[in-house]
């Protein structure tokens, strides 16, 4: 077996203002991190509506295409901005992790890493924000559950800020556990632990500012990784956040890249417990490009060991 990585150049066509931290540079930071890894290496598909429409209205898909602007930007809200490649973009990124969730239940592969941009996990079901158009990762969960016939999904959301948008997305989904760490207070201003869901299957696990690797290590020993074990997940999906970084501008949780191997060695223990390995994990955050090079390196790096 191996690890898969998807991308696709349309990735840069999505254009944000000078100055904004989720810009195209980004994709040039994962490609130097994944440059000496032997990896299956694919085109990220373009995603038919219709996967877009299991979390999300037509409605709202149809306000995101009135709204791609003919050049330059539009906004959607204080720091979500649409360029003219940025339907394409977003696509391309449920396309791939949707085809990534494919491959894997299929035993194409080990498990996948999917490198796209725009990020997905702020994405509400008709709401747009966080610099976020479409919930990639609930997608996805919502694809393994309804086309592969699967019955039990986690989802593990390790960026620095909460996945609100999987949450809502998700609140009412039995057969979904999501599980999230990040920091508090920060944006967007979710993720108690009081969060728990219409079912009791979300695992919000808020971490102090300053705090760092060791205190997210217990963290998960203690709350999420015990709550995952006892999911017994037929697949795990994670929302590969790396802003948590020491060096990161928008957070300070102070996690190193040795952090980020850690983690993904643990969640992939727990994929090969219950599920027979299978990971697919899909870029969020990450907004310093060296730290975001590294870490994409220590956790796609992990997946490839295991994958062996």
């Known amino acids: 077996m191996t690890t898969a990585c998807f991308f696709h150049e349309a990735s840069s066509g999505h254009v944000t203002p000078p100055g904004h931290p989720e810009r195209v540079e980004r994709m040039r930071a994962v490609a130097e991190g994944l440059a000496g890894l032997d990896l299956d290496r694919r085109e990220a598909p373009l995603a038919e509506e219709a996967e877009v429409l299991r979390c999300h209205p037509a409605s709202y898909l149809a ?5 791609l602007p003919e050049e330059g930007w539009s ?11 940025s339907l394409e973009a977003a696509l391309r990124a449920v396309g791939g992790t949707c085809a990534a969730v494919d491959l894997v239940l299929s035993g194409g592969a080990g498990n996948a890493f999917v490198g796209c941009r725009p990020p997905g996990h ?8 966080g610099f976020c158009l479409f919930g990639s990762v609930s997608i996805a969960a919502k694809r393994a559950l309804e086309e592969h016939g699967l019955s039990r999904v986690a989802i593990v959301d390790f960026d620095v800020h909460h996945g609100n948008g999987t949450q809502a997305l998700m609140w009412d989904e039995p057969r979904v556990l999501f599980a999230s760490s990040h920091q508090m207070p920060l944006y967007p201003g979710t993720g108690a632990a009081e ?5 009791g299957q979300i695992v919000n696990v808020p971490l102090r500012a300053g705090s760092a690797g060791a205190v997210m290590r217990a963290a998960y020993e203690d709350v999420i990784l015990p709550r995952i074990d006892a999911f017994r997940p037929e697949l795990i999906l994670i929302s590969a956040g790396f802003d948590a970084h020491a060096d990161d501008p928008l957070a300070g949780l102070n996690w190193t890249a040795q952090d ?5 060695g643990r969640i992939c223990d727990l994929a090969a417990a219950h599920c027979g390995g299978r990971v697919v994990s899909t870029l969020e955050g990450g907004y310093d ?3 975001l090079a590294a870490s994409v390196a ?3 790096g992990v997946l490839k060991e295991r994958s062996a």
């Open 195 to 199: 969060e728990r869901g219409a079912h």
């Open 75 to 85: 906004q959607l809200d204080g720091d979500t901005f649409l360029s003219p490649g």
């Open 122 to 129: 702020h994405a509400e079901q008709d709401v747009a924000m």
């Open 260 to 264: 980020f191997a850690w983690l993904t």
């Open 289 to 291: 490009l060296p730290a």
């Open 298 to 300: 220590a956790h796609v």
């Open 63 to 67: 306000r995101i295409k009135a709204g």
